[in-house]
């Protein structure tokens, strides 16, 4: 019984093996066209008929949502009602936070970098490294000016009324987020399901994006070796999404395993998971309560449905990108060759190797961060001739957590 095991894993391996060196041989030779993004109204509202202004957001959580969480954690029951759909770049509202560099002289650079978070995080995984790239170094001749949003369908972002919005699109609406800010030239960063938005970025809006810088460089391999939770959110979004948003402790359960995994795989045999420690229950529960409040569970698994499922996206897989790339590699996240990396990434200008897990941002600010200003100093050596980008007069720290509508 035992040598039939073990015959059975060397099996499966090697078909793993042999599938991931057919795929590479067949993008060599069937590299497909450039899928064309159109621009849609995704809301239910008047179509392009929108105020385009940008006005403060405040968080305000009422006493009957947290009276309501403190009976749903004391009283566990089984799921009722699925989450309503609410209804403003392209008739969504886009939350996102922007934050400017604190009293910079004449001579320091300030670059708009766009940062993208993925599932299951949000934007508390930017707390602690939007400071860090905010503030002047002495050694850099630039700072930057920070832009970064939830994704539609994820925490305080609208989802769409109809279906279709996947990475492929909301690249689109995050160019015109941009935009709409006055930014036409930017870079941009982010991993996991940000990765693919940013990729999508990469090759369909050459002429915005200045440079990409990813902790997570190879998509394709994420979807073999994660394919668990991906296919459950591709296929059945709605399904696992009702039991989420319905059950506080669900909810918990189900983000927290993948913090543990994502940090470390090792750690799944610790009781505690080591998630203290690695990132501290109170940065956690403020994620996870994010996502509670919102009630944004099945949207944001909505999104691997509209774009894992879809065929264009293929595309934006295999689709080599042209601009310049940076990869900081995790050792207990999703890692490849260089030459995988080479061959998606036809202008790669920094790839470093570090001791963590999938989860940068929230993990290691400091590392990542350290890693986005080496990157894009040189990417700055190759755009300084030819680009030029918006550059905001100087003023005080500024942090604003705003909406577009």
């Known amino acids: 019984m035992s040598f039939l095991r073990k015959l059975i894993f060397v099996i499966v391996i090697l078909l793993s093996v042999v599938c991931i060196h057919l795929i590479q041989v067949v993008k060599e030779f069937t590299t497909p066209e450039k899928p064309d993004i159109k621009l849609e109204w995704w809301s239910r509202g008047d179509e392009w008929n929108e105020d385009q202004s940008i006005f403060p957001f405040k968080i305000n959580v009422s006493d009957e949502v947290l009276n309501d969480l403190k009976y749903r954690l004391e009283h566990t029951r089984t799921p009722r009602k699925p989450l309503e759909n609410s209804n403003c770049i392209q008739g969504l509202k886009i939350h996102f936070i922007h934050v400017k560099p604190q009293n910079i002289s004449k001579n320091i650079k300030v670059i708009p970098l766009l940062i993208v978070h993925g599932w299951p995080g949000s934007l508390r995984e930017f707390y602690e490294i939007i400071p860090i790239l905010t503030t002047p170094r002495h050694d850099r001749n630039f700072v930057f000016e920070v832009i970064a949003p939830h994704i539609p ?10 279906p279709g919005l996947g990475a492929l699109e909301i690249s689109l609406i995050f160019k015109n987020l941009m935009s ?3 930014f036409e030239k930017y870079y941009i960063q982010g991993g996991d399901i940000g990765a693919a938005i940013l990729q999508a970025m990469s090759t369909n809006f050459e002429d915005n994006v200045l440079g990409y810088h990813s902790n997570l460089c190879e998509l394709l391999k994420l979807i073999i070796t994660e394919s668990g939770y991906l296919h459950i959110h591709s296929s059945k979004p709605d399904s696992l999404g ?36 690695t990132f501290g229950y109170d940065k956690l529960l403020d994620n996870i309560m994010l996502y509670w409040i919102s009630k944004s569970a099945t949207t944001s698994f909505r999104f691997y449905s509209e774009t894992f499922n879809a065929k264009k996206f293929t595309a934006i897989l ?19 060759p260089n030459e995988v990396l080479s061959d998606n990434f036809r202008n790669l200008v920094q790839v470093n190797n570090y001791d963590g897990g999938h989860f940068a941002a929230f993990q290691f600010p400091e590392i990542l961060a350290n890693d986005i200003f080496s990157a894009i100093s040189k990417m700055e050596i190759i755009n300084n001739r030819r680009l030029k980008y918006f550059i905001p007069s100087s003023g005080p720290y500024s942090q604003t957590s705003e909406i577009f509508c």
């Not at 369908?153 to 109809?162: E, N």
């Not at 927290?256 to 940090?263: D, I, N, R, S």
């Open 318 to 336: 295999w689709w080599p990108i042209h601009v310049p790339t940076a990869c900081a590699r995790f050792k207990y996240d999703v890692i490849v």
């Open 153 to 162: 369908g994820f925490v305080f972002s609208d989802a769409p009324s109809k």
């Open 180 to 182: 709409r800010l006055g």
């Open 242 to 277: 009702l039991s989420m948003d319905d059950s506080p402790m669900g909810l918990a359960a189900y983000y927290l395993e993948k913090f543990v995994t994502g940090a470390n795989f090792d750690y799944r045999s610790r009781q505690d998971g080591r998630l203290n420690e």
